[in-house]
C-alpha cells in the first residue's frame, strides 16, 4: 500500500503544513482546558474529596471553591492512588531511597511491583523530579496532546490525508475515556495505543530487525503504562491487528510467517524490556488480594447508556446520573461528529480496503461487550483475562481508537472526491437522537429529569444537522470539499468541547500539611508506629505522602496476608477492601490493634470516637440502591448492639452527585419504632457526599450490650430526583436485624455501622485541636522481643491458632516453619521481655531494643538480650525480604500471620531486613539482555548495508 493513499488529492486542497496539526492539536488541549490553562485550575482531585479538615470540605487546609459536581468520572482514583503514590515517590527518591517497597500502606508492601504506580513509565518519571500541582497539570496536557501526534501519526502511515488524519486524531485525543479519566494513570495507556498501533503496522510492512525495535519499546511501554487492563486490551488489538494486517497484504503466502514471527520477537523483547516491573508483579499476584469481584468480567452497562457515545449528557453530569448508573464505569463519548463518520465507513465509504474492516470488527466487538449483548457478554466475560477485567471502561481506548480510526478515514474519503451518503447517516443521526429521547422518556419522567434529558440531546442534535447541512452544500457546489473538511474539524471541535466538565478546582498543592499532621510527624521523629483515620479524615493512602505509616489503603491488589489478617484478626466482616479503603473503620477496641502498632487514632473534633461495632458492619461490595427516600418514606434497621456504649450509627448512603438542600432527621428506638425515640439526630445538608457513610452521633448508651434497637432515616425536604439513596444488600446478610420501611419488615439489610465510645482505659486524647488524636495506651511497638514460640505449619494454622486466642502476645509469638525452627533455650520473662541473671546473681537487665534506620528498603535494629528468643517486627512478610544478624544471613518467620520476626541467641546484635526481591534482579537481567539485543540491531543493519556495498568482509554471516 503507498504511504499516500490510493488517489491523489483534489485539485485546490488547502494543505495543512508540517507544523499545522500538531499547533491545532495543542490548540485544541488548550482551549477544551482554558480553566486549567489560564484560571488557575488543576486536574487534581484530592482536594474534590473530603478530606483532612474535618470542619468543611477539602483537603488539610484546602481554602479554594469546591463544586459538587465532580470534573472526572472517578475522582477518588487519582485523589486516593495516583496523587499520593506519586508524592510518596517522589520523597523517597530525593531522600536517596529506590522505590522498591512502600513501608507507609498496609503494614508495606510492593511499590515498584504495584503497576498503577507506573514508575518506571518515563512520564512518571517528571513527577519523580517534581510533583507540584503545575507539573501535573502539565503532564495531563502532554499526555492528551501526545495521544493526538500518534494517532495523526498512525492514520497518516495508512495513507490518508491530514484533514481525514487531523480528524480522526482530534476526535482520538478528547474522547470521552480520555477527558473523564484525564488525570488517572489509564491515560498512560491509551495515549500509547495508536504508537502501537503505527509500529505494528511499519514491523509488517517491512519485517526486519529495523522495524523490531521501536514496536519492542512501545510493547514495554504499554505494560509499565501502570494500567493492567487497558495496556493488555492494547497488545492484544495490536496483535489482532498484525495478523489481519499479514493476511491481507499482496504477498501473505510468501511472508505471513515472517512478519507474525518478527512482531512475536518485538513482544517478547517488549516483555524483557519491561521485567523489572512485570515479573515482581507476577510474583505477587498468587499471594495477593484482588479487589475485583470474580464475575467482574460479566458486567456491562444498561443498554440506554449507549447513547452517551454520541449524546454525552443523556443520563446527565457524570455525578448526577438520573438512571441510577454509576457514572465510574461509563466508557464515555465520542461525539456525534465521530459517530456519523465512523457509521459511514460501515457502509461503505472506505472502499472497504484493509485495514479500516479490521477496525469495524475491533468496534462491534467492544460495543457488544461494553454493552452487554447477551449471549456474546457472557461468551467473552468467561475467556481468560476477560473474566478478570473491568471491560465497560477500560476496554473504551479498544472502542474509540477504531471509531476514530473510520472516522477519519471516511472523512479521507470524502475529500478525495468520494461521494458519501452523509445526508442519509445525518438524518438517521437526527432519528436516532429522536429515538434516544423517546426510548429514556419513561424513566426520565419517572425520575423527574426530561429537562436533564433534553439538554443532553441538544448538541447532538445540532452537529448532526451541521453535518447534514455542509453535506448538503458540498453536494451542491456551494462549498469545496476542502473548505467543507475544514469545517467539519470545527464542528467536531465544538462537539468535543461541549461535554468537557468545568468544574474544577483552584490549583494548590494536594497535601498541605494540616496542624495535626505535623504532630504526628513530630511524633514519629521518636517512635515508629501506624495510625488510623475514622470517617474520612485523612484519605486512603494519603499517610504514604506525608511519610506516616496507616493501616488502611486503597490499592487494586494487596498483600494476602494482610487482607487476610484484616478480616479474620481485625474483624472486617465481609468485605476487607471496603472496609480498609475507607467507608468503614475497624473497631479499635480490639486486640488486633495493638498487635498491628496502631498507636494514634484520628477522629472528629471533640474527642469521641465511633469505631463501628464488629457483628453489626454490613457494607460489602455490591450492594444496590434500596430507592431514593423521599418526603413520606422512612427508611431503617433493627439491630442488636455488640458493645456497651453505643454512640452512633454510619449509614452508608449516596446521591450521586444530587444536592439534598435540607434536612436528614435519624431516630434511634429501643426495640421496633414506636413511641418516644431514645435518641433524635437532625443534619442539615446541602449534599450527601457519593457511596459514603453518613454519621449520626448522639451520646453514648452506657449499658447497651446485647439490647434490640432500631433506627430510621428520613428527608423530610427531599423530593423526586433531589434525594439520598440509602444502599443495601438484596438477600440479607445480618442475621440479628432486620430493614424497616415506615416501619414494616423488608427483606435485605441497609449498609450501616455501629459506633461505640472509646473506653478510658485504653485511649487518651493527646491532641484536640483541628481533630481529636487518641493514643491506644497498650499498642505494641514496631519491633519487640518474646521469649516463647509456638510452631504451627502453614498459614491456614497460624489464623486459626489467631482466632483460637489465648495467647498473651507480649510474651508469646505464633511463628510458622513446622520442623523446620531453631531449638532455643527457654528464657524466663522479666517484665514482658526475655532475660536472664547477671554472673554475680544480681537482677537481670531489662532487653533492649533500638531501631537504628527505618528506610523504605531497610530496616536496622539493634538488639541487646540475656538469652535466647525472637525479634518481631510489625511489617508484612512477603518474599524478598532477608535478615541479615551480625554480617550473617538469618531465615526470617512469618509471625502472628503476617509479620516478620527471626531468632536471636541472648548477647548484643545488629539485626538489618532488606529488601530486594530475586525477582527483580531477574527482571533487571532480562531487561539489560534485551537492551543489548534491542541496541545492536542498528548495527547489524549498519553491517549488512555495508557489505552490501562491497566494504569490509565479503564473506558469509
Not at 501535573?136 to 500518534?150: A, K, N
Not at 531449638?823 to 531494643?849: C, I, Q, S, T
Amino acid at each position: 500500500m503507498s504511504s499516500k493513499g490510493s488517489g491523489p488529492a483534489p485539485k485546490g486542497q488547502r494543505k495543512i503544513g508540517l507544523w499545522g496539526a500538531p499547533v491545532f492539536l495543542a490548540l485544541g488541549v488548550i482551549v477544551s482546558f482554558h480553566d486549567v490553562a489560564f484560571l488557575g485550575r488543576t486536574f487534581l482531585t484530592t482536594n474534590f474529596v473530603q478530606g483532612a479538615s474535618p470542619t468543611g470540605l477539602g483537603s488539610y487546609g484546602f481554602e479554594g471553591e469546591w463544586s459538587g459536581d465532580f470534573p472526572t468520572i472517578d475522582p477518588a482514583g487519582s485523589a486516593f492512588l495516583h496523587e499520593p503514590a506519586a508524592r510518596a515517590a517522589h520523597n523517597m527518591v530525593w531522600s536517596g531511597q529506590l522505590p522498591l517497597w512502600n513501608p507507609h500502606l498496609a503494614c508495606g508492601q510492593p511499590f515498584l511491583a504495584e503497576l498503577p504506580s507506573a514508575l518506571l513509565y518515563p512520564l512518571q518519571w517528571i513527577l519523580i523530579i517534581s510533583d507540584a500541582p503545575w507539573v501535573w497539570d502539565t503532564l495531563i496536557f502532554l499526555r492528551l496532546f501526545l495521544s493526538g501526534i500518534f494517532m495523526f501519526v498512525y492514520l497518516r502511515s495508512m495513507g490518508l490525508e491530514r484533514p481525514g488524519s487531523l480528524f480522526g486524531a482530534y476526535g482520538y485525543m478528547l474522547c470521552g475515556f480520555q477527558v473523564w479519566n484525564v488525570n488517572l494513570v489509564s491515560v498512560n495507556s491509551s495515549l500509547l495505543l495508536p504508537l502501537l498501533l503505527y509500529f505494528a503496522e511499519r514491523a509488517v510492512r517491512q519485517p526486519g530487525m529495523r522495524t523490531v525495535a521501536p514496536l519492542a519499546g512501545t510493547v514495554a511501554l504499554q505494560i509499565l503504562a501502570g494500567s493492567p487492563e487497558p495496556s493488555a486490551f492494547a497488545i492484544l488489538l495490536a496483535a489482532a491487528y498484525v495478523i489481519y494486517r499479514s493476511a491481507t497484504l499482496p504477498d501473505m503466502r510468501q511472508h505471513f510467517w515472517k512478519r507474525v514471527g518478527y512482531a512475536v520477537g518485538a513482544s517478547l523483547l517488549g516483555l524483557g524490556l519491561s521485567a523489572p516491573v512485570w515479573i515482581p508483579f507476577v510474583e505477587w499476584l498468587p499471594i495477593s488480594f484482588h479487589t475485583n469481584s470474580p464475575d467482574v468480567g460479566l458486567w456491562a452497562m444498561p443498554f440506554e447508556a449507549i447513547t452517551q457515545i454520541f449524546a454525552p449528557h443523556s443520563l446527565g453530569p457524570l455525578s448526577a446520573r438520573w438512571n441510577g448508573s454509576l457514572a465510574v464505569w461509563d466508557p464515555g463519548y465520542a461525539g456525534m461528529a465521530i459517530t456519523i463518520f465512523a457509521i459511514l465507513a460501515f457502509i461503505g465509504s472506505t472502499g472497504r480496503r484493509p485495514p479500516w474492516p479490521f477496525f469495524m470488527g475491533a468496534a462491534l466487538f467492544a460495543a457488544l461487550k461494553i454493552y452487554g449483548f447477551p449471549g456474546f457478554n457472557w461468551i467473552v466475560g468467561q475467556l481468560p483475562l476477560f473474566d478478570r477485567a473491568t471491560h465497560t471502561r477500560f476496554f473504551s481506548p479498544v472502542l474509540y481508537v477504531s471509531m476514530c480510526a473510520l472516522a477519519g478515514a471516511s472523512m479521507d474519503a470524502f475529500v478525495r472526491g468520494r461521494r458519501l451518503p452523509l445526508r442519509v447517516v445525518s438524518l438517521g443521526m437526527l432519528a436516532l437522537v429522536g429515538i434516544s429521547i423517546w426510548g429514556l422518556h419513561p424513566e426520565a419522567v419517572e425520575k423527574g429529569a426530561v429537562s436533564t434529558m433534553l439538554r443532553g440531546h441538544v448538541a447532538p442534535a445540532f452537529v448532526a444537522l451541521m453535518v447534514l447541512a455542509l453535506a448538503q452544500g458540498s453536494r451542491r457546489g456551494w462549498i469545496s470539499s476542502s473548505a467543507m473538511a475544514g469545517a467539519l474539524i470545527l464542528v467536531l471541535a465544538v462537539d468535543l468541547y461541549l461535554p468537557v466538565p468545568r468544574t474544577r478546582l483552584d490549583r494548590t498543592d494536594p497535601f498541605l500539611e494540616a496542624p495535626y499532621v505535623k504532630f504526628l510527624k513530630d511524633r514519629q521523629l521518636e517512635d515508629h508506629f501506624r495510625v488510623l483515620s475514622t470517617k474520612g479524615i485523612l484519605m486512603p493512602n494519603s499517610a504514604a505522602a506525608f511519610g506516616l505509616d496507616a493501616i488502611d489503603g486503597n490499592f487494586p491488589i494487596f498483600v494476602g496476608r494482610y487482607m487476610r489478617w484484616m478480616k479474620e484478626v481485625m474483624n472486617m466482616g465481609e468485605a476487607p477492601f471496603n472496609i480498609v479503603s475507607g467507608d468503614a473503620i475497624p473497631d479499635v477496641d480490639i486486640e488486633g490493634a495493638d498487635l498491628i502498632n496502631l498507636k494514634y487514632v484520628i477522629s472528629r473534633p471533640g474527642g469521641r470516637l465511633w469505631p463501628p461495632g464488629v457483628a453489626a458492619s454490613v457494607v460489602t461490595p455490591g450492594t444496590v440502591p434500596v430507592g431514593e427516600i423521599v418526603q413520606g418514606l422512612e427508611v431503617g434497621q433493627t439491630f442488636k448492639a455488640s458493645r456497651a456504649g453505643l454512640s452512633a450509627v454510619s449509614v452508608y448512603m449516596a446521591a450521586y452527585g444530587r444536592e439534598i438542600r435540607g434536612r436528614l432527621e435519624f431516630r434511634l428506638y429501643d426495640g421496633m419504632p414506636g413511641g418516644e425515640p431514645l435518641r433524635v439526630v437532625e443534619d442539615r445538608v446541602e449534599r450527601v457526599k457519593d457511596n459514603a457513610h453518613h454519621l449520626f452521633p448522639f451520646d453514648p448508651l452506657p449499658d447497651s450490650l446485647g439490647k434490640s434497637y432500631s433506627f430510621t432515616v428520613a428527608c423530610p425536604d427531599a423530593t423526586t430526583g433531589n434525594a439520598a439513596t440509602i444502599w443495601m444488600h438484596p438477600t440479607g446478610r445480618y442475621a440479628q436485624g432486620s430493614r424497616l420501611e415506615n416501619g414494616v419488615i423488608k427483606n435485605g439489610d441497609l449498609g450501616f455501622d455501629l459506633g461505640y465510645s472509646p473506653s478510658a482505659e485504653r485511649y487518651r486524647v493527646v491532641y484536640d485541636e483541628d481533630v481529636t488524636i487518641l493514643e491506644n495506651l497498650k499498642c505494641l511497638p514496631r519491633a519487640y522481643l518474646v521469649s516463647r514460640a509456638e510452631w504451627v505449619g502453614t498459614e491456614d494454622e497460624a489464623f486459626d491458632r489467631l482466632r483460637a486466642g489465648g495467647l498473651d502476645f507480649r510474651e508469646t509469638v505464633i511463628l510458622e516453619g513446622g520442623d523446620d525452627h531453631p531449638r532455643l533455650a527457654r528464657a524466663a520473662l522479666v517484665n514482658g521481655h526475655p532475660g536472664g541473671r547477671h554472673p554475680d546473681g544480681g537482677p537481670p537487665e531489662r532487653p533492649n531494643v533500638e531501631i537504628v534506620a527505618y528506610e523504605a528498603n531497610r530496616v536496622k535494629i539493634a538488639v541487646t538480650m540475656d538469652a535466647p528468643g525472637y525479634l518481631v517486627l510489625l511489617d508484612a512478610y512477603f518474599p524478598g525480604w532477608s535478615a541479615i544478624v551480625d554480617d550473617k544471613p538469618r531465615k526470617i518467620f512469618p509471625a502472628n500471620g503476617l509479620f516478620r520476626a527471626v531468632s536471636l541467641e541472648a548477647g548484643a546484635h545488629e539485626v538489618e531486613f532488606r529488601y530486594l526481591p530475586s525477582s527483580l534482579l531477574l527482571g533487571l537481567a532480562l531487561a539489560v539482555l534485551s537492551c543489548l539485543i534491542v541496541a545492536a540491531s542498528p548495527l547489524r543493519e549498519t553491517v549488512r548495508r555495508l557489505r552490501s556495498r562491497g566494504i569490509g568482509d565479503s564473506g558469509p554471516h
